[in-house]
């Protein structure tokens, strides 16, 4: 019996999720981010050193849905064990705002909204137009039918 693709896929995530290499590799890999320093090589040669791509291996693994859930889900716990959620991140920008309106300094109360806009997804979208044109190039054909005449009067 085959297997389907993304039978063997989720099979073979799920079972990798269980192992303590990936739960560590996900909790460091976390810690990098929010240190802001990653290094997937050093992260590829702690999760497969045994692997003979072992930076293809982390990326393959890291791309994976179930694993990008389990790191956002970390990242949001982390944030929240110091406080940090969406709304002490609005009353800040919001308090940013304020200030930099205060100051009248355009600049920055200018980034601050923009950064509201792009939250909100108040920003236009880009409007695509496509133009095609027909060009008929057959009236720039030599004319057959005088051709045909000439070979028949001859």
Do not use: C
């Not at 693994?61 to 064990?81: P, R, S």
């Not at 108040?122 to 009236?139: C, G, I, L, Q």
Request: charged share 40%; no cysteine.
């Amino acid at each position: 019996m085959i297997r389907d693709m993304s039978t063997n896929r989720k099979r073979w995530v799920t079972v990798e999720l269980r192992k303590s290499r990936a739960k560590r590799v996900i909790d460091v890999y976390v810690k990098m981010i929010l240190s802001g320093k990653t290094d997937l090589n050093k992260l590829a040669e702690m999760y497969r050193p045994d692997s003979l791509k072992p930076i293809a291996t982390l990326k393959r693994f890291l791309k994976q849905n179930e694993v990008k859930q389990m790191i956002d889900n970390k990242v949001d716990e982390a944030l929240k064990l110091h406080g940090i959620d969406m709304d002490f991140t609005i009353k800040k920008r919001k308090k940013i705002l304020d200030g930099a309106l205060k100051k009248e300094d355009f600049t920055n109360a200018n980034r601050v909204l923009d950064s509201f806009e792009d939250k909100l997804d108040m920003k236009p979208k880009d409007a695509k137009f496509t133009v095609t044109e027909e060009v008929d190039f057959t009236k720039y054909l030599p004319d057959r039918n005088k051709e045909l005449k000439a070979v028949d009067e001859e």
